[in-house]
Every structure is written in C-alpha cells, then in structure tokens.
C-alpha cells in the first residue's frame, strides 16, 4: 500500500465515522435533544428509542461491528497463522474505525440516555475509546518494525544517522548551513514542565526549525523540490530525535495504558453481556 | 480471574450504586415508584414477553372493571385491544408522565361521554376534580381521569334544591343551564298557550327557600284553578271557573267569553241570544268588580230591559207573545200575536195566511194599506170588473172565508147583460165562467153558442134557426120541453095530440143522431106509430088510420060508424062493449082483437 493509497483508505474511515456520526445526530436532532421525560411522546420515539426500530438496531451493529474489532485485533496479535493477512499496522487502523464507528453507533443506541448499570457498560466503552487514542498517540511515539515489533535504541541510533547523511545528500545548501541545521535540530526539548506540555513546547520549536530550514533554503535559491526533500528529512530526523528522546518515558506510558484499555474493555463486554441477556429476557428482540 | 476480579473492584468502586438496581433502562415515574428494584421487574414484565396487560390490569382494577363493563375510554374502539404500554410506557424518570394526552383535540366521546355545548370549553380540570368524584380511592388519587359518573349532579350544583329529581338533561342543555331550553312547558300538566308564553318564569314560579338557598319553586305548583296565582277582579261574584269567559290571550278579551254558560245563570241564553255580544246586553266599560252585575235578575220575559220597543208601546210589552230569541221578525209566533189588536182584525182565512204574506217591509208594524183587498192582493180578474177603469174592490163579490164561493148573488146577475134564468139559475159559475183554470167574467157573451154547443148542426135546417138561434126552439128552463118551435113552419103542422106530444117521441134519439133525427122523418102515422089492427083495415096494401081516427086524445075511432058496416048495431047491440063482440086472439103471437067478423049469424056471438 502506497502513501497515497493508505492516506485515502485512512480518510476514508475517517470520513465514515465523522458521515455516519453527523448523519446520525441530524437525523434523530428532534429526539435527543427532548427531555427524557418528554421523549415518550416524540413522534418518533418508537423510532430513536433504544429499544425501537433504529436505536436497537444501533445498539446490535454498533456492538458487532466493536466485538468485531476487538476480537479480530486480539486474534490477528494472538495468533501468529494471521501474520500473513496484511500488516498489524493496517488491522490497527481497521481495529480502530470500527472502534471508534462501533462506540458512534452505540452512542445514538443509548440516545443520550445514560443510566443503570448499562451505563457502565457505556463509560467503560467511552474509557476504552478515549484510552485506545491516547494509546494509539503513545503506540506511535515508539518505533517500530513494519511488522511492529519495537526497535532498540541502537537501532534507532542507525536509523538517525541515514536519516543525516541523506539530509546532506540532498545537496544544493553550503556544508556550514547543514551544520547548523543539524546542531538545532538537535537542540534538546524543554526539560521543565510535565511531559504533555514538554511534548506541546517541543513540537513549536520543531515547527520553527523546519521553517527555518525552509527559509534559508529559499535564501540560497534552492530549487523547490529540494527544499521539500530536505524540509521532509529534517521533520522525520527531529521526530525521530523527538522519539529517541521519549522512547523511555513512552515505553512506560504504554505499559501502563494497557491496565486502562484493556480491562475497561472487559467491563465493556461484562455488562454488555448482562444488558443483552436482560434485554432478551425481557422479550426485547428487535425485529427478531 | 485478574480479569473478573478487576471488574469486581469496578462494580465495587462504583459509587453509591446497587447493581441491582442499575438494571433498570430508567427511573419509574412517581405512581409506580414504590415498584423500583430487580425484585419488582416481574411485577410488570412477563419474562420473554415484554410488558402484559394482564399484569398492568393486575392492580389498575378500576380500569379493568371498565374495560369488562365496556365503558370509559378504556374501552373505546381506539384502545380497546391496545398494549397498556403502548400509551402508558415508563422508566422514563420520575417525573415522567405516564398519562398525558392533548386536552384540547382529545376526543371526549370515547370516553361514553361526550362533551357538547359549555362542556367542550370547559377546562377539563373543572369536571375532572376530587370533589366531584364519588368512588374514595379515586378521589384520593391526584390527577386522575377516573371516576366521574356522567350525570349532571355529579359535577353541577342542584339548582332546584332536590325538588326537580337528578335527570338534569331533560330541560337543560350543555350549553347553558339558563334558560332550559329543552324544557317544553306543553308537556308538562299545564302547557302554555295565549300570554303565559311571554310571562317571566318567576311570576308564577316564585322563588322559595330550600335547604337555605333561594330556587325557584317548579314543583307542586297548584293550577288547577286560575286563583292558584291570579286574584280575582270580580270579588269571587262570578265564580272560580275563571276559563269559562277569559282566555290565556288577555285577561280583557272576550273571545272566550262564548265559553261561558250563561244557562247557569237565571237568564238561560236561547236563540239568537247565544250568539249575540256579551256586550250587547252588558255594559263593557264596568270595573271587574262590577262587570256582568249590570243585568243581574232581570227576568227572562223583561225584553224592554234591554231591547227598545219598536212599536213604541202601542202593543204592550210582552214582547215574548210574538217574538222568540231566535230572531226580532223570524219565527214569530203568529198564534201568540193578537192581530185583532190592530185595526185590521183577522178573520177567515187571514187567520192562517203566513203575516210576512202581507207584512213585506222590514218590520211588521210598518204602516200597510189595507182598506181595500187589493192592497195586498192582486186583481185575479185583471180589470175585468173595471168600469170607467176603476175595478170594485174584492169585497163586492169575495169574503175573508174565501175566494169561493162568491157573495155575487143570482139578483146581482140579473142586473148584468145576462141575467140568469131558468136552466142557467142551477147551473155553477164555472160551467160558463172557467175556461180551462181561468176564470173569466168579461166579454164570454151572451148567446146560447158563446157556451153551448150547437149539436143539431147539419142536421136542422139553418133556416129554422138562423145564425144558431138556439132560442127559436129551446127556453132556458130546459133544453127538452117548453119547445117554443112552430112546427107547422113544416110541411107537418102538429094538430091534436101531436101538439101535447114531446119532441123526442117523435124526434127520436139514436145512435146516429144522439141529439134526436129532425131530417128526413116519414110523415105516414106508421113511420110513427105502431099498427094494432094487423092488415084488418088494410086497403091497396096501405092502411089510413085517419079513416078512423082523428089527431085527438085517445085512439077513439072518432071517424067510424058502425052503422056503416055491414052489422049495424042496434038494440041492445048498441049499448053493449065493443070487447063484447071484437074478441081479443092471438094471431102469429101477437094479441090482435078482431074487428072485422065475417060471420054475423046470432050463434056466432051467443050460445
């Protein structure tokens, strides 16, 4: 898969989730914006409710497609027979689409209405979501394999210095303006502060740098594919710098956010199990 | 086991909640809030069945009993059938409303109760209360819909104090409660007509005090009598049955005043007094406490005490004599009035003739000539009397006993142009005075003709008679007899015994000549009389009678000698009877006496 080809996969998911998100709430507006004590006597109650044509509809789709995502992500991790089935990185995407439209889905299931132990169900769901974008923030800052597998940091050391010399190689800019670009692109992140706001800092004065960069390449007229060429390779060199620099931190974040996903995915799926099994003893079978 | 035993903590740390109760998808609203928690679920819902309406109806038996009952709303066609739930849902908050419907479009009639008239604009809350609900549970809940009966007292105040019973609908509309405009007074025991339909209600239903409010009273009204609300103007003088003269129209008309039974007074009305105006005879203009009093005991025979006397007192005042109350001039009793009281006394038949014969003119005591007859009879005989064009006046010849028979006596006729006698003195007027009906005293004439007939016409000759002087043979005394005729203007003077003859012995009557043959009679003796004597005389085959006997009296052979004959008589002979000698003998039948005797020897007559 191309860059280009996996940009419009990725926007394409994207742009279900945002579609079918605003889609969903413009067409039941009316309804969710009713006060539960009124929503009986809505039109279409019997429509949007959770237990009506739609919102129990949402609630079946929105948990199969989750249970879809968690189990198939789980599965492809798990067992190594489907290594051969696309890239980890791929499922990831697709693990979080149908996590993040599941949830969408679920979310116009509850219709607003959070309450009793399904609730639970639900935030524990939100937890999840909210944690798999942190995680997915954390997961990219450490590097790795295009199979996955994290790399050392010598391994990172090696890829810094390619990165470096194919800078150089870029060619068209004085040796001396190099330098002085790779001493500031070396320049160290801020050291007080917490982590969130060092990484906010950091990434303004990477920003800076490679419009410096960009500058004092126009200065020298250097041709405009060079300077992109060189803005690229100074952007993927200060971020790598960047990850080098965190990989530690991140390594332990990443730990540490596996206690959170996972287990309020659980809870997620616990309940959800007493909700459905309530729902069905109760004679609540969608169209079924 | 990490997993289950994180998720534990989880539902641990979940603050304040029971997880019982977090199965619940939301709050119960406040009716059913003591029905909260996992333990009531099945108090509702039938597991693998939803919500059943066994179970709502379970505890809602109010609305259960309607449903059987088939009344109220609940058992209308638009719910009958339906989920309790689909309407009634709930786990959606505590201060959800399970029953609400649009109070303005709600449709009432499937309720059994349909609100028309006020009732459509009335808040519904204003029926729908506490105080008008009966059963004590209902009544206690707040803002039920329930347990309102649909009679009118259920919600209404009686506003006629019990008196009037509770079926308030039939006088009152939803409408308005005033005026009750399905109240019909006609139906009731005392329907209204005349000015009773425009007078207030409360003049006659007066208010009363009942249960310490005032009402008016509409019940136990007495009205069999007018008096029961109207005072009486005549002082109780005339009685109670008010309705006899008044109607309900105006108390001063007197339409119904020909209702009145004046017979009960002791002035019965007859005739044309039933018909007449009250106010003929009464005087209008009287205060009611004296009205009708003007002409009380008057008695039925006193006329003058209302009627003026047309006669102006010239006959009397018992009116009563002549007239009746069936009318001043018709069916006057002419038995009762005495004519004879006038100058034209009655007699013979204008006794019984009808008076309006005579009396023409409007009233009967008009002035009426009546000196002479013809003032009120025609001249039947049209002048026929008249001399110098004046005729005499009826009674000349006519009396009141009538037109016949007549006063004109036989000398009053002996000194007209045509006096009677003889015959003519029997004979009846008619036989020459009535020609067909009519009859008639003028220019009949005066000639035998001018009434008889002349039956011997082609039969006498005219020269006998001329121009039918019947007079020339017949005398009035009697047409046979006293015959002054001459006959010996005849070829057959009359002589001897034929002058003592009648006319018709000759002149005989037969069927041919009805009136007697006066033509063509034989003057021989036999053509008249009968021949005794056979052909003992007979000479040439003719027999002369006149040789023997003459004209006069008897048939004494006057002209015979017997001395003549061939036996003399002498001696004794001549003084004996004829009868002696001429025997009396039968010849073919018939008695012959023989006179001529052939043998005269003395032995032919004596032994």
Same mark, same amino acid.
């Given at each position: 898969?191309?860059?280009?080809?996996?940009?419009?996969?990725?926007?394409?998911?994207?742009?279900?989730?945002?579609?079918?998100?605003?889609?969903?709430?413009?067409?039941?507006?009316?309804?969710?914006?009713?006060?539960?004590?009124?929503?009986?006597?809505?039109?279409?109650?019997?429509?949007?409710?959770?237990?009506?044509?739609?919102?129990?509809?949402?609630?079946?789709?929105?948990?199969?497609?989750?249970?879809?995502?968690?189990?198939?992500?789980?599965?492809?991790?798990?067992?190594?027979?489907?290594?051969?089935?696309?890239?980890?990185? =791929?499922?990831?995407?697709?693990?979080?689409?149908?996590?993040?439209?599941?949830?969408?889905?679920?979310?116009?299931?509850?219709?607003?209405?959070?309450?009793?132990?399904?609730?639970?169900?639900?935030?524990?769901?939100?937890?999840?979501?909210?944690?798999?974008?942190?995680?997915?923030?954390? =997961?990219?800052?450490?590097?790795?394999?295009?199979?996955?597998?994290?790399?050392?940091?010598?391994?990172?050391?090696?890829?810094?210095?390619?990165?470096?010399?194919?800078?150089?190689?870029?060619?068209?800019?004085?040796?001396?303006? =190099?330098?002085?670009?790779?001493?500031?692109?070396?320049?160290?992140?801020?050291?007080?502060?917490?982590?969130?706001?060092?990484?906010?800092?950091?990434?303004?004065?990477?920003?800076?740098?490679?419009?410096?960069?960009?500058?004092?390449?126009?200065?020298?007229?250097?041709?405009?594919?060079?300077?992109?060429?060189?803005?690229?390779?100074?952007?993927?060199?200060?971020?790598?710098?960047?990850?080098?620099?965190?990989?530690?931190?991140?390594?332990?974040?990443?730990?540490?956010?596996?206690?959170?996903?996972?287990?309020?995915?659980?809870?997620?799926?616990?309940?959800?199990?007493?909700?459905?099994?309530?729902?069905?003893?109760?004679? =609540?079978?969608?169209?079924? | 086991?990490?997993?289950?035993?994180?998720?534990?903590?989880?539902?641990?740390?979940?603050?304040?909640?029971?997880?019982?109760?977090?199965?619940?998808?939301?709050?119960?609203?406040?009716?059913?809030?003591?029905?909260?928690?996992?333990?009531? /679920?099945?108090?509702?819902?039938?597991?693998?069945?939803?919500?059943?309406?066994?179970?709502?109806?379970?505890?809602?038996?109010?609305?259960?009993?309607?449903?059987?009952?088939?009344?109220?709303?609940?058992?209308?066609?638009?719910?009958?059938?339906?989920?309790?739930?689909?309407?009634?849902?709930?786990?959606?908050?505590?201060?959800?409303?399970?029953?609400?419907?649009?109070?303005?479009?709600?449709? %009432?009639?499937?309720?059994?109760?349909?609100?028309?008239?006020?009732?459509?604009?009335?808040?519904?809350?204003?029926?729908?209360?506490?105080?008008?609900?009966?059963?004590?549970?209902?009544?206690?809940?707040?803002?039920?819909?329930?347990?309102?009966?649909?009679?009118?007292?259920? /919600?209404?105040?009686?506003?006629?104090?019990?008196?009037?019973?509770?079926?308030?609908?039939?006088?009152?509309?939803?409408?308005?409660?005033?005026?009750? +405009?399905?109240?019909?007074?006609?139906?009731?025991?005392?329907?209204?007509?005349?000015?009773?339909?425009?007078?207030?209600?409360?003049?006659?239903?007066?208010?009363?005090?009942?249960?310490?409010?005032?009402?008016?009273?509409? +019940?136990?009204?007495?009205?069999?009598?007018?008096?029961? &609300? %109207?005072?009486?103007?005549?002082?109780?003088?005339?009685?109670?049955?008010?309705?006899?003269?008044?109607?309900?129209?105006?108390?001063?008309?007197?339409?119904?005043? +020909?209702?009145?039974?004046?017979?009960?007074?002791?002035?019965?009305?007859?005739?044309?007094?039933?018909?007449?105006?009250?106010?003929? &005879?009464?005087?209008?203009?009287?205060?009611?406490?004296?009205?009708?009093?003007?002409?009380?005991?008057?008695?039925?025979?006193?006329?003058?005490?209302?009627?003026?006397?047309?006669?102006?007192?010239?006959?009397?005042?018992?009116?009563?004599? &002549?007239?009746?109350?069936?009318?001043?001039?018709?069916?006057?009793?002419?038995?009762?009035?005495?004519?004879?009281?006038?100058?034209?006394?009655?007699?013979?038949?204008?006794?019984?003739?009808?008076?309006?014969?005579?009396?023409?003119?409007?009233?009967?005591?008009?002035?009426?000539?009546?000196?002479?007859?013809?003032?009120?009879?025609?001249?039947?005989?049209?002048?026929?009397?008249?001399?110098?064009?004046?005729?005499?006046?009826?009674?000349?010849?006519?009396?009141?006993?009538?037109?016949?028979?007549?006063?004109?006596?036989?000398?009053?006729?002996?000194?007209?142009?045509?006096?009677?006698?003889?015959?003519?003195?029997?004979?009846?007027?008619?036989?020459?005075?009535?020609?067909?009906?009519?009859?008639?005293?003028?220019?009949?004439?005066?000639?035998?003709?001018?009434?008889?007939?002349?039956?011997?016409?082609?039969?006498?000759?005219?020269?006998?008679?001329?121009?039918?002087?019947?007079?020339?043979?017949?005398?009035?005394?009697?047409?046979?007899?006293?015959?002054?005729?001459?006959?010996?203007?005849?070829?057959?003077?009359?002589?001897?015994?034929?002058?003592?003859?009648?006319?018709?012995?000759?002149?005989?009557?037969?069927?041919?000549?009805?009136?007697?043959?006066?033509?063509?009679?034989?003057?021989?003796?036999?053509?008249?009389?009968?021949?005794? %004597?056979?052909?003992?005389?007979?000479?040439?085959?003719?027999?002369?009678?006149?040789?023997?006997?003459?004209?006069?009296?008897?048939?004494?052979?006057?002209?015979?000698?017997?001395?003549?004959?061939?036996?003399?008589?002498?001696?004794?002979?001549?003084?004996?009877? &004829?009868?002696?000698?001429?025997?009396?003998?039968?010849?073919?039948?018939?008695?012959?006496?023989?006179?001529?005797?052939?043998?005269?020897?003395?032995?032919?007559?004596?032994?």
């Amino acid at each position: 898969m191309t860059q280009t080809t996996h940009r419009i996969y990725i926007g394409t998911l994207v742009s279900i989730v945002v579609l079918v998100f605003f889609y969903l709430l413009f067409h039941g507006l009316s309804y969710y914006n009713t006060s539960l004590e009124e929503r009986f006597y809505h039109p279409n109650h019997d429509w949007f409710k959770p237990s009506g044509a739609m919102g129990h509809g949402l609630g079946i789709a929105g948990t199969l497609l989750i249970l879809i995502g968690v189990f198939g992500y789980r599965a492809k991790k798990r067992y190594r027979w489907l290594a051969r089935f696309g890239r980890l990185k =791929y499922w990831l995407e697709f693990h979080i689409f149908l996590c993040s439209l599941g949830p969408v889905l679920i979310l116009f299931h509850t219709a607003f209405k959070f309450g009793g132990i399904v609730s639970v169900s639900f935030w524990s769901m939100i937890v999840v979501v909210a944690s798999g974008i942190v995680g997915r923030f954390i =997961y990219v800052q450490i590097p790795r394999t295009i199979e996955g597998r994290e790399l050392s940091l010598a391994e990172l050391q090696q890829m810094k210095n390619q990165l470096s010399m194919s800078l150089a190689g870029v060619g068209g800019v004085a040796a001396s303006n =190099y330098q002085d670009l790779l001493t500031r692109a070396q320049v160290k992140a801020p050291q007080e502060g917490n982590l969130l706001s060092r990484i906010i800092r950091k990434y303004g004065v990477d920003r800076a740098t490679v419009q410096e960069l960009k500058v004092t390449l126009q200065q020298h007229q250097t041709p405009r594919p060079k300077i992109r060429e060189a803005t690229y390779l100074l952007r993927k060199e200060l971020s790598l710098d960047n990850r080098i620099e965190r990989l530690h931190v991140m390594q332990k974040l990443f730990k540490y956010w596996h206690v959170a996903h996972l287990p309020f995915a659980l809870i997620m799926l616990f309940i959800l199990v007493i909700h459905v099994a309530i729902t069905l003893a109760f004679g =609540y079978r969608w169209i079924f | 086991m990490r997993i289950a035993s994180l998720l534990f903590a989880v539902l641990l740390l979940l603050p304040g909640m029971e997880l019982a109760a977090q199965i619940s998808p939301g709050d119960l609203s406040r009716a059913h809030a003591q029905l909260e928690g996992i333990s009531n /679920c099945t108090q509702c819902h039938v597991l693998g069945a939803k919500v059943s309406n066994d179970k709502c109806l379970a505890c809602h038996d109010e609305i259960k009993s309607l449903i059987q009952s088939k009344a109220g709303y609940h058992a209308s066609r638009d719910v009958r059938g339906k989920e309790c739930a689909s309407c009634h849902s709930d786990h959606h908050g505590r201060n959800f409303a399970m029953t609400r419907f649009d109070e303005e479009t709600f449709n %009432h009639r499937l309720t059994g109760y349909e609100l028309t008239g006020a009732h459509q604009t009335t808040d519904c809350r204003a029926c729908h209360q506490p105080d008008n609900i009966n059963d004590r549970e209902l009544k206690a809940r707040s803002g039920t819909w329930l347990g309102l009966e649909t009679r009118c007292i259920d /919600c209404h105040d009686d506003g006629h104090q019990p008196s009037l019973g509770n079926d308030c609908a039939q006088c009152h509309t939803t409408t308005n409660f005033s005026p009750a +405009s399905k109240f019909d007074h006609a139906k009731t025991d005392f329907p209204l007509v005349g000015q009773h339909l425009t007078v207030a209600c409360k003049e006659c239903h007066a208010t009363e005090i009942r249960q310490g409010k005032p009402v008016p009273k509409f +019940s136990n009204i007495a009205f069999a009598n007018c008096n029961s &609300c %109207h005072d009486d103007p005549h002082n109780s003088q005339l009685g109670t049955s008010c309705n006899q003269c008044h109607t309900e129209q105006s108390f001063t008309a007197t339409a119904g005043l +020909s209702r009145f039974n004046h017979n009960q007074t002791g002035f019965p009305l007859k005739g044309r007094h039933r018909r007449v105006d009250c106010f003929s &005879c009464h005087q209008a203009n009287l205060p009611a406490s004296r009205i009708f009093q003007d002409k009380a005991f008057i008695p039925t025979n006193d006329c003058a005490a209302c009627h003026a006397d047309v006669h102006a007192g010239k006959l009397g005042t018992a009116c009563a004599d &002549c007239h009746t109350e069936e009318g001043f001039r018709g069916r006057m009793d002419p038995y009762k009035f005495d004519h004879n009281r006038t100058s034209f006394a009655l007699a013979g038949k204008h006794q019984a003739v009808d008076c309006r014969k005579c009396h023409v003119s409007d009233r009967m005591t008009d002035p009426l000539p009546h000196n002479t007859c013809a003032a009120c009879h025609q001249d039947y005989h049209q002048g026929d009397f008249a001399t110098a064009g004046r005729s005499p006046d009826c009674v000349e010849c006519h009396a009141e006993t009538g037109f016949s028979p007549s006063l004109f006596t036989l000398e009053d006729h002996a000194k007209t142009a045509f006096p009677l006698d003889g015959g003519h003195l029997a004979t009846p007027c008619f036989a020459c005075h009535l020609t067909g009906d009519k009859w008639r005293f003028k220019d009949i004439g005066n000639r035998c003709v001018d009434c008889h007939e002349d039956v011997h016409k082609g039969e006498i000759n005219t020269k006998y008679y001329p121009l039918q002087a019947c007079e020339n043979c017949h005398v009035t005394t009697a047409w046979l007899g006293d015959n002054k005729f001459d006959h010996n203007q005849t070829t057959f003077a009359l002589q001897g015994e034929h002058l003592n003859t009648a006319c018709a012995a000759c002149h005989q009557q037969d069927a041919e000549k009805p009136h007697g043959r006066f033509a063509g009679l034989a003057q021989a003796c036999t053509a008249c009389h009968e021949n005794i %004597h056979g052909n003992q005389f007979e000479k040439a085959g003719q027999t002369d009678c006149t040789r023997c006997h003459s004209f006069a009296a008897g048939w004494e052979a006057t002209y015979f000698n017997h001395n003549l004959t061939p036996f003399p008589l002498t001696g004794k002979h001549a003084e004996v009877a &004829c009868s002696a000698c001429h025997l009396e003998t039968v010849v073919q039948g018939v008695a012959t006496v023989t006179y001529k005797l052939e043998r005269f020897e003395c032995r032919d007559c004596h032994e």
